[in-house]
Every structure is written in C-alpha cells, then in structure tokens.
C-alpha cells in the first residue's frame, strides 16, 4: 500500500508539472486498442484478441530534439472492460523515443509507468451476520509498468494529421497476491489518429 501512495504520489506531481508544461503539447490522440491477458508463464491467453475494444486519449510534450531523435512525455488515459475479469481505468505517463525516418513516416519506443483502478465483472459479497451480503465496489488501486514500439504515418507532408499504430506490453500489480498471482500482464494493440497542435513541431 506505501508502494502504491508513493506512486500515485509521483504520478499527481508528474500530471502538475505537465498542466505547466501544456502549452508545448506537440499533438493530441485518439485511439482504440484490442486487448489480452495472462498469468506469466501459465497457458495460452496472452496472444488472445477477443476482449471489446478500449479507447483512449492522449497528449505528448517534447523533452529534447536532436536531428531526427526526439525525446517526449506523453500521457495517456484509456478506458476498457474484460469480460469475466474486470473494468479499468488507466492513466499511463510514457516516456517516449521518436525517430523520424521521413517527412511521412515516424519510428517509436516507449517505456511507462501508470495507475490503474479496476472494477471486478463480478458482485462483490461480504459476511455480515452470519449471512452474506452484496458489497459496494470501490475498485481497486494498482500499478502498471510497460514497454512498447510502434510508428506514425502520414499521406501529405504538410498535413497535421497523422496515423499510428503501437504494440504495448503491460504489467498489472499487485493482482491477486493472496490467490499466489502477484501480476497479471497485458498485451496491447493500438490504432489510431494524431493531431498536431504546435506548429514548431510539425516537423518533427
């Protein structure tokens, strides 16, 4: 529990210290990604797509550009609900690695650190009176750490907007420590539409 407060803690003052920052936004995004997950080292649903699709938004600040290197802080909120598991709400601070290879075209890697809150699929129950009882689900606070790569595409060289399209890897903790599954993991597949905002950077 310290663990989680510390890092809510440090997400809070990362989120104040962006809001500072937001009149450097280089873009906005929106994007839909299909999802799986899996216990490490314990079956085949890791590589499984057949959860709804989630949705998500989100902005990036440049930190340092560098001939065709450009460094970002990118935050991303996303929403998704897994069937038979549970719902969540995600809020991911990314620290990304872009390489321009073309006016049109844009190689990235990320690495993330985020807060997730999640709501079981399921009625919660708690023993009162010698019988049990439905009980009110506040959702569960926890941590995420992921990697991903992907790119970003664009037609017209003059054109604001751009296409992208990302591959991320996530871990979930602490999941069900009691039940001896301390992590879950994720795997991601992202689709969707940048917008630059910021005409210093377009490009970039």
């Known amino acids: 529990m310290k663990l989680i407060i510390i890092t809510v803690g440090l997400l809070v003052s990362g989120q104040l210290y962006a809001q500072s920052l937001i009149q450097r936004a280089q873009y906005i995004e929106a994007g839909v990604f299909i999802h799986s997950f899996g216990v490490p080292f314990i079956g085949d649903q890791f590589f499984r797509f057949d959860q709804l699709p989630g949705l998500s938004l989100g902005t990036s600040i440049p930190l340092k550009t560098r001939d065709r290197w450009q460094k970002q802080y990118r935050m991303r909120l996303s ?6 598991l549970h719902s969540g709400l995600h809020l991911d601070n990314q620290l990304v690695e872009s390489y321009r290879l073309s006016d049109h075209l844009k190689l990235e890697g990320l690495a993330g650190l985020g ?4 709501f079981e699929d399921a009625g919660l129950y708690e023993l009162s009176g010698g019988s049990y009882r439905p009980k009110r689900d506040w959702g569960k606070p926890q941590i995420t750490l992921s990697i991903g790569f992907g790119f970003s595409f664009r037609f017209n060289r003059n054109s604001p907007y751009w296409l992208f399209a990302e591959q ?5 903790v602490p999941f069900a420590s009691k ?5 879950l993991m ?4 992202y689709l969707g539409v940048r917008r630059d905002i910021n005409l210093r950077f377009r490009a970039q």
């Open 168 to 172: 991320q890897f996530m871990i979930q």
């Open 115 to 118: 807060y997730l809150h999640t």
């Open 79 to 84: 929403g998704y609900m897994a069937e038979g």
């Open 179 to 183: 039940s001896g599954v301390p992590l």
């Open 186 to 189: 994720h795997n991601r597949s």
